[in-house]
């Protein structure tokens, strides 16, 4: 079982930086492909950015060009640094883990049933 941890939530206005961190349990975080999705109230979870073992990485298009996805393996920790960031950027942010063994050259999907393990979530909130 893999725990997933996140912190860097808060409150910031339109046009701010946060960057939310993820720790990881577990001897084997270098093979898992990390995603980022969020929940905004009223609405369906919705992928935001994911990176595989490889470093290849993937956006939605809501996000792509502010927001980017890293992942330090020595640390089991994933980040995702939102820049420029929008009233609509508000909602609760998820950590997820996929622990298939995909190929290096994989590219990480941005479908939530492809991942197997979860966090608790971080808040986000960006005011106008």
């Known amino acids: 079982q893999v725990q997933l941890v996140e912190s860097g939530g808060g409150l910031v206005q339109a046009g701010g930086s946060l960057r939310l961190s993820c720790v990881a349990s577990?001897?084997?975080?270098?093979?898992?492909?990390m995603g980022w999705f969020r929940q905004a109230p009223g609405k369906e979870r919705e992928f935001v950015a994911a990176?595989?073992?490889?470093?290849?990485?993937n956006y939605s298009d809501s996000v792509k060009g502010r927001f980017t996805i890293s992942r330090d393996n020595a640390k089991n920790t994933v980040y995702l640094q939102m820049n420029s960031l929008k009233f609509e950027d508000t909602a609760v942010y998820y950590c997820?883990?996929?622990?298939?063994?995909?190929?290096?050259?994989?590219?990480?999907?941005?479908?939530?049933?492809?991942?197997?393990?979860w966090g608790q979530g971080t808040q986000v909130t960006v005011s106008s």
């Open positions: 997820a883990a996929d622990r298939i063994f995909h190929s290096s050259n994989y590219v990480p999907s941005s479908r939530r049933d492809q991942y197997d393990y």
């Open positions: 577990g001897r084997t975080f270098s093979s898992y492909v």
């Open positions: 990176i595989s073992r490889g470093g290849s990485t």
